[in-house]
């Protein structure tokens, strides 16, 4: 007797992917935004699928637009080569009824392309009615469901009152029962399935025992920065005729590289390759801390490193916090020993002479110098496995931007021109 499958994903998975919408009279621009959309989340999907399978499938691999929309394969020959067709509607509507095209156009692909050997899901933001065929053919059913599921499909098919299926109905008819029955057997539907912009919810979800509740927002993005990127790879070497597939493997290391950045004694850094600003962009830059570096005359070249430096630290220390990584206290306590850093350089080291004995250009030298000195000090990072090199550095520049700390003696007299408060609420040096 034919082997009725029990399909293995979980109650609850929701799927949104390539869409199927119909023709409803609107310009043709809001179907293409539609399909858009769900080309998208099928890629999103595919990411869940992964995770969601991960902790009982190690060596499953899939790819994407090849023999189906999805396509799972096990190379060591434990699990059934599975193909699957997304459907994705713009709104909740539609049902899996037994005419239902999400049901009779992935029939009708399956019985040309699929063989046999393979197992084949149907996910549709459409819902299935108790007793319907769709309802039938859910994870669990017995041979009973499936030959009741056959009957209506039969039913169906047999009455033709749909002509735009009419090519479905009579390729179906054209099997014998038995073999619409092991097709059937084969088949998994799964309905009422979320759109594609519930998938991040969705995703969150699939982590929760990976990291703890505030930090998995944190994780899903940068995973799913990883995994479009990966997907966009793939699909460019399947356009072009190669062989690809993205094994389980590689989603599990980057989940574990991630998920190890969010550890207490650690940060994700993901500001490393930020472009660098050109040499034009570094000339004409009029901030605070780069007027700072100028008045001690730091090469040209120097001061466009300072300013990549500023600009990634920035932008990595404001992500922080807006994923609430780093609690701003934290960060205070930080910027307060990068300022005992500068102090332990930058204060005097003797009195100052009188006036008429301040030699200018020697004061502006020994800045340059202590400067220069104090980058090659190993300087303290925001927590102790974070190992980046340019937040301390760029840091530093964000607090001389604030005007917390400077590098010429003189930084607060020669820059009063760029406060925005009276020289007598001037910030003292060193005060953070």
């Known amino acids: ?201 969705q995703l969150v979800a699939s982590v929760r025992k990976t990291v703890p509740a505030l930090r998995r927002r944190a994780l899903v993005e940068r995973l799913r920065g990883w995994w479009h990127a990966r997907a966009i790879q793939h699909l460019d070497l399947i356009a072009t005729g190669s062989i690809d597939w993205i094994d389980m493997v590689e989603v599990e290391n980057q989940l574990h590289r991630i998920a190890q950045s969010l550890r207490d004694e650690n940060l994700p850094l993901d500001y490393g390759d930020l472009p660098e600003p050109t040499p034009e962009e570094a000339a004409q830059d009029d901030r605070v801390f780069v007027e700072q570096l100028r008045l001690i005359m730091l090469h040209h070249e120097r001061i466009r490193m300072a300013v990549y430096d500023h600009n990634r630290a920035f932008e990595q220390r404001s992500r922080w916090q807006r994923e609430h990584l780093l609690d701003p206290e934290h960060l205070k306590d930080y910027d307060r020993l990068l300022v005992e850093e500068w102090k332990r350089v930058f204060l005097p080291i003797e009195e100052p002479p009188s006036a008429d004995e301040q030699d200018e250009e020697a004061s502006r030298r020994a800045a340059l110098n202590r400067y220069m000195a104090l980058g090659q000090r190993p300087l303290p990072e925001v927590r102790p496995e974070v190992r980046s090199g340019y937040i301390p550095l760029g840091s530093l520049h964000i607090l001389a931007d604030r005007l917390e700390i400077g590098w010429h003696p003189d930084w607060l007299r020669l820059l009063t021109d760029r406060l925005d408060s009276p020289e007598s609420e001037m910030p003292q040096p060193g005060v953070a």
């Open 1 to 201: 007797m034919t082997r009725v499958r029990e399909f293995a994903p979980r109650d609850g998975w929701n799927a949104a992917t390539v869409p199927q919408v119909a023709a409803s009279g609107k310009s043709s621009r809001f179907g293409a935004a539609g399909s858009a959309l769900g080309y998208l989340a099928q890629v999103e999907y595919g990411l869940l699928l992964v995770l969601r399978r991960m902790d009982d499938e190690v060596t499953l691999r899939l790819s994407m637009e090849t023999a189906d929309d999805i396509e799972f394969d096990d190379p060591s020959g434990i699990e059934a080569r599975e193909l699957w067709q997304t459907k994705h509607h713009l709104v909740r509507r539609g049902s899996l009824g037994n005419s239902s095209p999400d049901i009779w156009k992935s029939l009708h692909n399956w019985i040309e392309t699929a063989e046999n050997d393979c197992e084949l899901v149907l996910f549709s933001t459409a819902s299935a009615s108790a007793a319907t065929a769709a309802a039938l053919l859910a994870q669990s059913r017995t041979a009973d469901d499936v030959r009741a599921a056959q009957q209506q499909l039969e039913a169906v098919a047999r009455k033709a009152g749909n002509d735009d299926h009419a090519a479905y109905y009579t390729r179906f008819l054209d099997l014998t029962a038995d073999q619409r029955f092991e097709l059937l057997c084969r088949v998994t539907i799964l309905g009422g399935a979320s759109r594609a912009t519930d998938m991040t919810d």
